[in-house]
């Protein structure tokens, strides 16, 4: 069995000591890093932090030799246990990496863990030895021997299943629910004091069983033949499942993990005792909470073909990820209003936000979503200046594709999108899934080829015929006035009274005017400019005016012409006229 021991070696200097026993090892025994994470798809080169790798055989050093960037060979003699020693530098405040410092420490196994070659399937073991006096540990690892802090040994499967438990160690509130009689853990680090912990063990609890009705639902005939017999609970696949919630000034996000998930969000948006109100902010939390949960059937079981077995040292491609994100990203506010943690109202603006996000970006007529989800790689997760005109996200388009499909089946009457989710977790067996699958599942609960549509909305750019599907089910679709930004088309930033252009986007007045990212507006008709606003105040959509910016230290006069009145964002509100009909459809929809 494959061990490792993890100490803090030094808190203040960020480092963490890891040392790995390997029994009975290979004349040349080969150990690597991964160089990217399951669930952020951008190789991130974890082993530049690592150092001081030295190897032991009992008495005997060991030399160790380093093949590539993240791959070492230790060249044993004999049977004796090979022991290797190093420290990680661990100061990365994200969900991807780990984390160290006097009052708290974080880690993935992807970022501590060096891969024996050879063993990756067989169990390993974790001891979490040496932290700070009265520091505790929280994880999904199955538990060996472990006291009241959770101090002590862990084991899992194989590789994989050690690499996809993240650790958080340190103070923490800790609350536990059960939601479908199966226990869930909910770890919050730094958060204010006042912070509403039953109140965010209630609502997640809700979110959780929302969803695991949702995946465990019996087919329609099941259904028909049980309504004599007691209904069958619900439940999910996994035993035990643990949220792990950084809570930071700024900051948001969330890494999936088969039996937990590691989030991130501003402490201000968590809820506070004696408060009631439902904030945004804590409707973006929510959110996340429910996205990241989804990802449990969503990605981390149902997943790419080309995801079958990972490979650690390189990318690892596939088209699907406008399904495995954007499909995750369409049900993780439905089912917030379905539980009943929002209204209607909340999430028709929600999805207004996103169809307004990618109608702003001159990238969705450049790239589809397939091609976007292959190349995440180098373009999601590096974006510059340019990635709006060139790129569109396969989150939020994604969203809509889901969106679009399942609004059309309910209308045709031909089932729903939550049986083709459904259909799919069944034949597939919670496995591996390819495109002709997903084809295959619409058509089996449809009765028809979706082929077209998914021609058309996965591998096409054209826009989404969204407004007529809404208003199919009741839903009011209206355009607004478009805010400044949109109508010089720029997206920029006015911190300290600097106006700084960060995109120029495709086609619009700022491109046609000669401007270009990194340009300062400082003037309008001689007039000073502290905020992009101040072009209204200063007449830009009354007349035509001259804009006075500076690019390389250099001063320039920009001639712009009248930045009229035009329609921009989207706006959606129940439609109290629908037909009956549409209603219906709107409610059954929505889970009301």
Same mark, same amino acid.
């Given at each position: 069995?494959?061990r490792?021991?993890?100490?803090?070696?030094?808190?203040?200097?960020?480092?963490?000591? %890891?040392? /790995?026993?390997?029994?009975?090892?290979?004349?040349?025994?080969?150990?690597?890093?991964?160089?990217?994470?399951?669930?952020?798809?951008?190789?991130?080169?974890?082993?530049?932090?690592?150092?001081?790798?030295?190897?032991?055989?009992?008495?005997?050093?060991?030399? $160790?030799?380093?093949?590539?960037?993240? !791959?070492? $060979?230790?060249?044993?003699?004999?049977?004796a246990?090979?022991?290797?020693?190093?420290?990680?530098?661990?100061?990365?405040?994200?969900?991807?990496?780990a984390?160290?410092?006097?009052?708290?420490?974080?880690?993935?196994?992807?970022?501590?863990?060096?891969?024996?070659?050879?063993?990756?399937?067989?169990?390993? *073991?974790?001891?979490?030895?040496?932290?700070?006096?009265?520091?505790?540990?929280? @994880?999904?690892?199955?538990?060996?021997?472990?006291?009241?802090?959770?101090?002590?040994?862990?084991?899992?499967?194989n590789?994989?299943? /050690? $690499?996809?438990?993240? &650790?958080?160690?340190?103070?923490?509130?800790?609350?536990?629910?059960?939601?479908?009689? &199966?226990?869930?853990?909910?770890?919050?680090?730094?958060?204010?004091? +006042?912070?509403?912990?039953? *109140?965010?063990?209630?609502? !997640?609890?809700r979110?959780?069983?929302?969803?695991?009705?949702?995946?465990?639902?019996?087919?329609?005939?099941?259904?028909?033949?049980?309504?004599?017999?007691?209904?069958?609970?619900?439940?999910?696949?996994?035993?035990?499942?643990v949220?792990?919630?950084n809570?930071?000034?700024?900051?948001?996000g969330?890494?999936?993990?088969?039996?937990?998930?590691?989030?991130?969000?501003?402490?201000?948006?968590?809820?506070?005792?004696?408060?009631?109100?439902?904030?945004?902010?804590? &409707?973006?939390?929510?959110?996340?909470?429910?996205?990241?949960?989804?990802?449990?059937?969503?990605?981390?079981?149902?997943?790419?073909?080309?995801?079958?077995?990972?490979?650690?040292?390189?990318?690892?491609?596939?088209?699907?990820?406008?399904?495995?994100?954007?499909? !995750?990203?369409?049900?993780?506010?439905?089912?917030?209003?379905?539980?009943?943690?929002i209204?209607e109202?909340?999430y028709f603006?929600? %999805?207004?936000? @996103?169809?307004?996000?990618?109608? +702003? !970006?001159?990238?969705?007529?450049?790239?589809?979503?397939?091609?976007?989800?292959?190349?995440?790689?180098v373009?999601?997760?590096?974006?510059?200046?340019? @990635?709006?005109?060139?790129? $569109?996200?396969?989150?939020?388009?994604?969203s809509?594709?889901?969106?679009?499909?399942?609004?059309?089946?309910? +209308?045709?009457?031909?089932?729903?999108?939550?049986?083709?989710?459904?259909?799919?977790?069944?034949?597939?067996?919670?496995?591996? %899934?390819?495109?002709?699958?997903?084809?295959?599942?619409?058509?089996?609960?449809?009765g028809r080829?979706?082929?077209?549509?998914?021609?058309?909305?996965?591998?096409?750019?054209?826009?989404?015929? /969204?407004r007529?599907? /809404?208003?199919?089910?009741?839903?009011?679709?209206?355009?607004e006035?478009?805010? %400044?930004?949109?109508r010089?088309?720029? *997206?920029?930033?006015?911190?300290?009274?600097?106006?700084?252009?960060?995109?120029?986007?495709?086609?619009?007045?700022?491109?046609?005017?000669?401007?270009?990212? +990194?340009?300062?507006?400082?003037?309008?008709?001689?007039?000073?400019?502290?905020?992009?606003?101040?072009?209204?105040?200063?007449?830009?959509?009354?007349?035509?005016?001259?804009?006075?910016?500076?690019?390389?230290?250099?001063?320039?006069?920009?001639?712009?012409?009248?930045?009229?009145?035009?329609?921009?964002?989207?706006?959606l509100?129940?439609?109290?006229?629908?037909?009956?009909a549409?209603?219906q459809?709107?409610?059954?929809?929505?889970?009301?």
């Amino acid at each position: 069995m494959t061990r490792y021991r993890l100490d803090v070696h030094d808190a203040h200097a960020h480092l963490f000591r %890891i040392t /790995l026993t390997v029994p009975q090892p290979q004349a040349q025994t080969v150990l690597s890093l991964p160089a990217w994470i399951p669930g952020s798809y951008l190789v991130r080169e974890f082993a530049r932090h690592l150092s001081k790798i030295e190897a032991r055989q009992g008495q005997r050093v060991v030399p $160790v030799v380093q093949k590539d960037k993240a !791959t070492w $060979v230790a060249h044993c003699e004999g049977a004796a246990a090979l022991t290797v020693s190093y420290l990680v530098y661990a100061n990365d405040p994200s969900v991807r990496a780990a984390f160290l410092d006097a009052r708290r420490g974080f880690f993935n196994g992807t970022s501590v863990f060096l891969r024996v070659h050879g063993r990756e399937d067989q169990p390993h *073991r974790v001891q979490i030895a040496t932290l700070p006096r009265g520091w505790q540990v929280g @994880t999904a690892l199955a538990a060996v021997d472990v006291n009241e802090a959770g101090r002590g040994e862990y084991e899992a499967a194989n590789y994989d299943e /050690l $690499v996809d438990h993240p &650790v958080e160690l340190g103070h923490f509130w800790r609350g536990k629910f059960k939601a479908c009689g &199966v226990p869930h853990e909910f770890l919050v680090a730094g958060a204010l004091p +006042g912070f509403d912990g039953e *109140r965010l063990l209630a609502d !997640t609890k809700r979110i959780c069983e929302a969803q695991i009705a949702l995946w465990d639902a019996p087919p329609a005939l099941a259904r028909r033949a049980r309504k004599s017999a007691a209904p069958a609970s619900p439940k999910p696949p996994y035993a035990r499942y643990v949220f792990m919630l950084n809570a930071v000034e700024e900051g948001y996000g969330g890494l999936e993990h088969r039996a937990s998930t590691a989030l991130i969000a501003p402490r201000r948006d968590l809820p506070r005792e004696g408060l009631k109100t439902l904030t945004d902010g804590y &409707v973006q939390l929510l959110g996340l909470i429910s996205h990241e949960f989804f990802h449990t059937w969503n990605v981390k079981r149902l997943r790419p073909a080309e995801f079958a077995s990972f490979d650690y040292t390189q990318e690892n491609y596939t088209e699907l990820l406008w399904f495995f994100e954007g499909f !995750t990203s369409y049900y993780d506010d439905l089912v917030l209003v379905r539980a009943g943690l929002i209204d209607e109202a909340r999430y028709f603006k929600l %999805i207004a936000k @996103t169809i307004n996000q990618v109608l +702003g !970006t001159p990238g969705r007529h450049v790239q589809s979503v397939a091609a976007s989800s292959f190349d995440a790689w180098v373009k999601y997760y590096r974006s510059d200046e340019n @990635t709006p005109n060139s790129t $569109v996200s396969y989150y939020t388009k994604g969203s809509l594709v889901a969106l679009a499909l399942d609004l059309t089946m309910r +209308g045709e009457g031909r089932g729903t999108l939550d049986e083709v989710m459904r259909s799919l977790w069944r034949s597939s067996q919670g496995g591996p %899934i390819s495109h002709a699958d997903i084809s295959a599942a619409l058509r089996s609960v449809g009765g028809r080829s979706f082929e077209r549509e998914l021609n058309a909305w996965a591998r096409g750019t054209d826009d989404l015929p /969204l407004r007529k599907l /809404l208003q199919t089910a009741g839903v009011n679709w209206t355009e607004e006035t478009a805010a %400044i930004a949109q109508r010089l088309g720029v *997206r920029a930033g006015d911190a300290g009274g600097v106006v700084k252009l960060q995109s120029v986007l495709r086609g619009g007045a700022a491109e046609s005017a000669g401007l270009a990212p +990194g340009d300062e507006l400082i003037a309008l008709d001689d007039w000073r400019m502290k905020k992009l606003d101040d072009l209204v105040l200063l007449g830009a959509l009354e007349r035509d005016t001259t804009l006075l910016a500076c690019r390389d230290q250099r001063l320039m006069r920009v001639p712009l012409p009248r930045l009229g009145a035009v329609t921009g964002n989207v706006a959606l509100a129940t439609d109290s006229a629908a037909p009956r009909a549409a209603s219906q459809l709107r409610a059954a929809w929505l889970g009301r």
